[in-house]
């Protein structure tokens, strides 16, 4: 219970900066609107379905990481200014933390669905198919970003945060994939060990 009151408070918190004097109200929604609708799904599905805490916890980041990005825009997250500046480049890599976190966190909430519904009988094919559902989602977001660039027009500049990048579709992309991967990695056996208490 302690931990839910935790979760809460820090996604509530973040929340409230995050819509204090956002850089552009608009994109703010655009960007922010995937964490509400996960916490509605997560509060909608807490008693029939609970996630381990490992999984709750990487939601929680990615929600701040979604949070940050629309307060400031994904290519203006000063610490990431800070950042282009010691390596002399001119961009603000932020948003591929976020499309990092795209990939490194919906692998692990795949993950954990499959497993417990027992969707698949080996290892082999869920690592493909939840590797392929997280690529599919970047696609999918990168296609929503194209709609939304087509109906706001001029306005799309923020939402996208191309910064000039003709290749930034593609390597958005990739950096997903590069999470799903890392994150299968690194998380597994820890996943694992604390699935078992829901067999």
């Not at 935790?6 to 703010?28: G, M």
């Not at 307060?71 to 000063?78: G, K, N, Q």
């Not at 599919?136 to 939402?159: D, K, N, Q, T």
């Amino acid at each position: 219970m302690i931990k839910t009151l935790l979760w809460l408070a820090i996604f509530f918190a973040v929340l409230a900066w995050s819509a204090t004097n956002p850089k552009d109200f608009p994109t703010w929604i655009l960007e922010v609107a995937p964490a509400i609708i996960g916490f509605g799904i997560l509060a909608w599905t807490y008693k029939s379905f609970p996630l381990t805490p490992l999984v709750s916890i990487l939601i929680l980041f990615h929600c701040v990481v979604l949070m940050v990005g629309g307060h400031y825009t994904y290519a203006e997250v000063p610490l990431f200014d800070t950042i282009a500046e010691f390596f002399d480049s001119s961009r603000n890599n932020y948003d591929k933390v976020g499309h990092f976190t795209q990939g490194f966190v919906p692998v692990m909430v795949a993950r954990e669905i499959v497993i417990r519904k027992s969707v698949f009988s080996t290892k082999g094919w869920m690592n493909f198919f939840i590797v392929s559902f997280v690529l599919a989602f970047s696609a999918f977001y990168e296609l929503l970003e194209w709609a939304v660039a087509e109906i706001s027009g001029e306005g799309a500049e923020a939402f996208l945060g191309t910064q000039g990048y003709i290749w930034d579709t593609q390597s958005d992309m990739a950096w997903a994939l590069f999470g799903a991967v890392l994150a299968l990695v690194l998380l597994s056996r820890y996943h694992d060990r604390q699935l078992i208490i829901f067999d």
